[in-house]
């Protein structure tokens, strides 16, 4: 079956514009996080939907980020007024929080932030 | 804090070596491991999903868990250059999949 799939795979923008980032999980997952990995770090959580629940906006590192998903499926991570500190690979991943494997992810490829 | 740690790393083992990766998670309530692989340039991969206590095996790899400890490990034996990556071990931790810092495993040819 279809994976996790993300675009665009690559994104070039200028400081000071504002950048959207698409997700589309497994379908039928019911959870679904973002992540940000800069260059040679970990994975750094940023944001999670489960369901119809509010989301768990804990991890994002400031009001610049937001993301929003709808009909509980595709998801949209964006980026006001980017930064040069924002360029990293931004990583998608959904779970079917079902049964004893219920908290295992599944990535997509990553979106790839440039900022100029 | 409720975390997950991971041996630091970077870990170099000779071509047919056991590489050993070892983590500690701080949630008693955690029920569920897993093992990711990220190769560079790469996502994280599922390789091992462990529950029990005890070792699992599949293939060249062993995860070993004991709950009482609090540890989870990763055994690679017969290690490949292929097996060269960042390990990640990852625990549920308040309802969400919480991922360890990784350790870099390069294994010399």
């Known amino acids: 079956g279809a994976g996790v799939s993300q675009s665009p795979s690559n994104k070039v923008t200028e400081k000071g514009k504002d950048v959207e980032l698409r997700c589309d999980p497994i379908?039928?997952?019911?959870?679904l996080y973002w992540y940000r990995q800069s260059l040679g770090q970990g994975l750094e959580f940023l944001i999670y939907f489960q369901g119809n629940s509010a989301p768990d906006k804990s991890g994002l590192p400031s009001d610049r980020f937001s993301a929003e998903r709808t009909g509980g499926s595709v998801s949209t991570l964006t980026i006001q007024r980017t930064q040069q500190e924002d360029s990293a690979v931004y990583l998608c991943?959904?779970?079917?929080?079902?049964?004893?494997?219920?908290?295992?992810?599944?990535f997509g490829p990553g979106t790839r932030l440039t900022v100029t | 804090q409720k975390e997950v740690e991971q041996n630091s790393g970077p870990l170099s083992v000779p071509e047919g070596a056991i590489a050993s990766l070892n983590c500690t998670y701080s949630?008693?309530?955690?029920?569920?491991f897993f093992w990711y692989r990220q190769y560079s340039g790469k996502s994280p991969e599922l390789i091992m999903f462990i529950y029990s206590n005890g070792d699992k095996e599949d293939g060249r790899f062993t995860a070993q868990l004991n709950k009482a400890s609090q540890y989870v490990s990763l055994l690679i034996r017969d290690s490949q250059p292929s097996d060269s990556a960042t390990y990640l071990c990852?625990?549920?931790?308040?309802?969400?999949?919480?991922f360890g810092a990784g350790t870099t495993v390069t294994v010399r040819a």
């Open positions: 990852a625990a549920p931790i308040d309802y969400k999949l919480s």
């Open positions: 379908s039928g997952h019911t959870a």
């Open positions: 991943a959904s779970s079917s929080r079902q049964g004893k494997r219920s908290y295992e992810q599944y």
């Open positions: 949630d008693r309530g955690s029920q569920s």
